[in-house]
């Protein structure tokens, strides 16, 4: 079975420090990998997302993420962060799950705290 | 543009009682799909639909029902609320189905339902 960790419930880091929150991943086949983010009490939005070709993947408010296939991981970074960026981040992988159909696993999520 | 609707934003049911979340989308997506949030347990599937008259069962789909009648409404019922169903429940579309091809969720703002 596929699965997902984000292995940090909760993520502090000063505003202006990089920022990065950890996702790895176990899918049969090649994976298709995102971020969405959502803030309080708001659904979630689409962050960016890995399909293919470039292992560096840039999405936005200045997001992006490295597909590291050896490792298994597509952690979400960013330069600078900002304290508007505090929100709980979560990881997704669709994966082959066997007899020609794909399965979409979301993590558990990790909560970003940025300190001013 | 307003994307995925859902109604209502927040509910207290009895132990027993059914009711109704709505879910409407205006972007002509093929796949729409209902999940619900839990602490710690990231996102799970409950229903998905992969197009008008199409339905199928997804992770946790006990308990709940929905149907598609049309390209834009996903309602899904509780038939009979228990406390276990007490959950932040999110309604998602995509152009089509996201586990097979990749493509980005949008998802609704969440409807947060209490069952005392």
């Known amino acids: 079975a596929q699965s997902v960790a984000q292995p940090e419930d909760q993520v502090n880091v000063a505003e202006g420090n990089p920022l990065t929150v950890k996702c790895t991943y176990s899918v049969s086949g090649n994976p298709y990998l995102f971020w969405y983010v959502q803030y309080p009490n708001r659904g979630l939005q689409f962050l960016l997302k890995y399909i293919t070709g470039d292992n560096l993947v840039k999405g936005s408010y200045g997001f992006e993420a490295e597909f590291n296939k050896s490792q298994t991981s597509f952690h979400l970074k960013k330069p600078s962060a900002l304290v508007s960026d505090s929100a709980l981040y979560f990881c997704?992988?669709?994966?082959?799950?066997?007899?020609?159909?794909?399965?979409?696993?979301f993590g558990k999520g990790t909560k970003l705290s940025v300190i001013p | 543009n307003a994307g995925v609707t859902q109604t209502p934003k927040f509910q207290v049911l009895k132990t027993g009682q059914s009711m109704t979340l709505q879910c409407a989308q205006d972007m002509n997506h093929e796949y729409m799909s209902w999940y619900r949030q839990d602490p710690g347990m990231g996102l799970r599937l409950i229903h998905y639909s992969v197009g008008a008259g199409i339905t199928d069962q997804g992770e946790v789909p006990n308990g709940y029902n929905v149907s598609r009648s049309t390209t834009e409404d996903f309602p899904l019922r509780l038939l009979s609320a228990a406390p276990s169903q007490t959950s932040v429940y999110f309604c998602?579309?995509?152009?089509?189905?996201?586990?097979?091809?990749?493509?980005?969720?949008?998802f609704g703002e969440g409807s947060w339902l209490t069952v005392v």
């Open positions: 997704a992988v669709r994966g082959y799950s066997g007899a020609g159909s794909y399965q979409l696993t």
């Open positions: 998602a579309s995509s152009y089509s189905d996201p586990q097979g091809h990749g493509n980005t969720i949008y």
